[in-house]
Structures are given as C-alpha cells and as structure tokens.
T-cell receptor, first 109, second 112 residues
Framework: SQQGEEDPQALSIQEGENATMNCSYK?????LQWYRQNSGRGLVHLIL?????REKHSGRLRVTLDTSKKSSSLLITASRAADTASYFC?????????FGKGTRLSVIA | DTAVSQTPKYLVTQMGNDKSIKCEQN?????MYWYKQDSKKFLKIMFS???????INETVPNRFSPKSPDKAHLNLHINSLELGDSAVYFC???????????FGDGTRLSIL
C-alpha cells in the first residue's frame, strides 16, 4: 500500500508559531496532495505537488517533497486559531488517491 | 452556493434497513467519488465514476451500490445495513481523476 502516514498524530502550538507536519509513503507516486478537515466538515484541498517538484508555496503554506526518502512536509507559518483542524496527506499513483490518518493541529490563541 | 452537496447530513437507522445517500455537484466536474471515514478518521475510497462510468470499485461489500444518473449526481444505496457500516460517508468530485478533489460535508450514518 502507498498509504501516507502523517507525523505527528497531534500537534498543539501557540498562535503565531509555525507548524510542521510530515508525511511518509511507501511506493512511487505521480503527485502528493495536502487537505484540511475542520471538525464536522468535508476535506478542503490545500496544495498539490507533483513528483518532479521539490517545493511549492501557497500563501502561508509551504510544501516540500523528497521522492528519494518518500516523504513530504507541510509548513504553516504564523499560525492562527482558524488553522485548527486535521491535516491529511494523500498520494496519487497507480492506485486511486490514498489518504493518511491525519495530523490533528490545535492552535491556541 | 454549495459546490458538492450531500443529503441527508445525518442518518440514524436500524440494522437490516436499506438507505440511500444522495450527492450532487454543481462544478461541472467529470469525476465523482464516495469515501468512508471511520471513527479513527481514516478515509478510504469506495467508488469513483468518470462521465457516469464506474472506474474505481474498491473492496466494498455488494450491499453498497453506487448509481450515477448523470455527471452531476452520484448516489449511494446501502442494503441490509450492519453495525460496521456506521461511519461518515463523503462524496467528492474533481475535473478529472488525477486532479484535486472537492468534498461535500459528509453524511453521518449511525446504525442502531
């Protein structure tokens, strides 16, 4: 299985700090995506990084991909209370999109 | 304007019953999906349709049957509901199969 696994499972930080979440996967991929899920809501797509890309930015988000280590990281800078949510990585390759179990981020005001 | 809408939002029913969940997207996407999220937040794909054709059918009991009357709709019918079917079911859509997906807010199914 190429299921992504996020690390840590839970993260609690103060507002204004940076949050880093990691994702590891097992097989080759075409792209890796990050999604956010607020409590009781559906997933929202944040960013997609292709296998031939190493880094992408979107606002306060920075995603890196290291295909040699089969890992990705999501950095949220200057976190806000509204960033409190679960964050999932998902890998797309020869199989349909496969989601990890998520990192639960709590940003304390 | 809700992009991907699911009904109902909550579904409480007894074991053995048959129920349906409806999904509609107004994004003009060609591809739609059904996912199951368990109590540990693990999200697993069940089905995917592209232009009304079934393209993904993961290992799901035959009691689950998707139906896509047109590109904008993908409904999920479940026969003979079991306790283990309790979960949140998400519908999603994307322009094409390998592109970012837009999710509905889920249907929380509880089996008594």
């Amino acid at each position: 299985s190429q299921q992504g696994e996020e690390d840590p499972q839970a993260l609690s930080i103060q507002e204004g700090e940076n949050a880093t979440m990691n994702c590891s996967y097992k097989t080759s991929i075409n792209n890796l995506q990050w999604y956010r899920q607020n409590s009781g809501r559906g997933l929202v797509h944040l960013i997609l990084i292709r296998s031939n890309e190493r880094e992408k930015h979107s606002g306060r988000l920075r995603v890196t991909l290291d295909t040699s280590k089969k890992s990705s990281s999501l950095l949220i800078t200057a976190s806000r209370a509204a960033d409190t949510a679960s964050y999932f990585c998902a890998t797309e390759g020869n199989t349909p999109l496969v989601f990890g179990k998520g990192t639960r981020l709590s940003v304390i005001a | 304007d809700t992009a991907v809408s699911q009904t109902p939002k909550y579904l409480v029913t007894q074991m053995g019953n048959d129920k349906s969940i409806k999904c509609e997207q107004n994004l003009g996407h060609d591809t739609m999906y059904w996912y199951k999220q368990d109590s540990k937040k693990f999200l697993k794909i069940m089905f995917s349709y592209n232009n009304k054709e079934l393209i993904i059918n993961e290992t799901v009991p035959n009691r689950f049957s998707p139906k896509s009357p047109d590109k904008a709709h993908l409904n999920l019918h479940i026969n003979s509901l079991e306790l283990g079917d309790s979960a949140v079911y998400f519908c999603a859509s994307s322009p094409q199969p390998d592109q970012p997906q837009h999710f509905g807010d889920g249907t929380r199914l509880s089996i008594l």
